[in-house]
């Protein structure tokens, strides 16, 4: 039995939302109303996400987890700046600036490296598992309220992942490069991000990127919180 601490990290304003994060546990999180409120939802979400890995090892790194205690390490409010970097409302032409924690200076190490790679198996394993037996009908269906059908949240998921690889000058694949078909274009950016991991080992490379600082740590935690996130989504929406 191990007591462990859990380092979280509270991002304001996601779409309206608070969203804490697990620091040390890529693709832990919650969304809350507000930061409260998401603080309560990461005790459940943390044991979930406790039950998933070892579902998918039962000799994960965290199956010995039964007690722990939250430390709140940083907070970060949202905004959004327009081309000349300045913090103006949120609209058709701004970008939005997203939580960089102090965490994410920090270079992963190999044992990061080598948990982010099994996380990042077992993300996608849920994705196709998600879409499994469904039919074009059901992947090309348009739900009311919805921007994308199924389809296309899969294409947004490679898309999205493929942007994080550009943040940090880790692919030379051009948008409009990458392969139409949604699956196919998974494989490839997934490739791209299994072959920069371990180039990340002790990095210390932080980039500014359009207005927004950029690590292999916060890559590393907001691909898997994306497709994680993603994977509740799709599931939600063959469902219905």
């Not at 409260?36 to 790194?61: D, G, M, T």
């Not at 409009?176 to 180039?199: K, M, N, T, Y």
């Not at 490379?205 to 590393?220: A, C, I, M, N």
């Amino acid at each position: 039995m191990t007591e462990h601490l859990l380092r979280i990290g509270v991002e304001n304003g996601v779409e309206g939302r608070s969203l804490v994060w697990a620091l040390d546990h890529p693709g832990c999180f919650a969304y809350g109303a507000d930061s409260a409120q998401a603080v309560v939802n990461i005790l459940p979400a943390f044991l979930k996400y406790i039950e998933w890995a070892n579902r998918h090892s039962p000799e994960c790194w965290l199956n010995e987890i039964t007690d722990f205690d939250i430390r709140f390490t940083d907070t970060w409010e949202v905004y959004h700046i327009n081309d000349r970097y300045e913090s103006v409302a949120a609209g058709p032409n701004t970008r939005t600036v997203n939580a960089w924690f102090r965490d994410d200076w920090r270079p992963l190490t190999e044992e990061d490296v080598h948990r982010a790679g099994l996380l990042l198996q077992w993300a996608r394993a849920d994705l196709l598992e998600a879409v499994q037996g469904a039919s074009d009908a059901e992947l090309d269906a348009q739900h009311p309220g919805e921007r994308w059908s199924v389809r296309g949240i899969l294409k947004h998921v490679a898309g999205a992942e493929w942007w994080y690889l550009t943040r940090l000058g880790q692919t030379t694949l051009r948008r409009e490069e990458l392969p139409e078909d949604a699956f196919a274009r998974l494989q490839v950016v997934r490739q791209a991000l299994l072959q920069a991991l371990p180039g990340w080992v002790g990095c210390t490379t932080v980039l500014g990127v359009d207005g927004e600082f950029w690590s292999p740590r916060k890559l590393v935690r907001r691909a898997l919180w994306h497709e994680l996130d993603h994977v509740g989504h799709i599931c939600r929406l063959l469902i219905a």
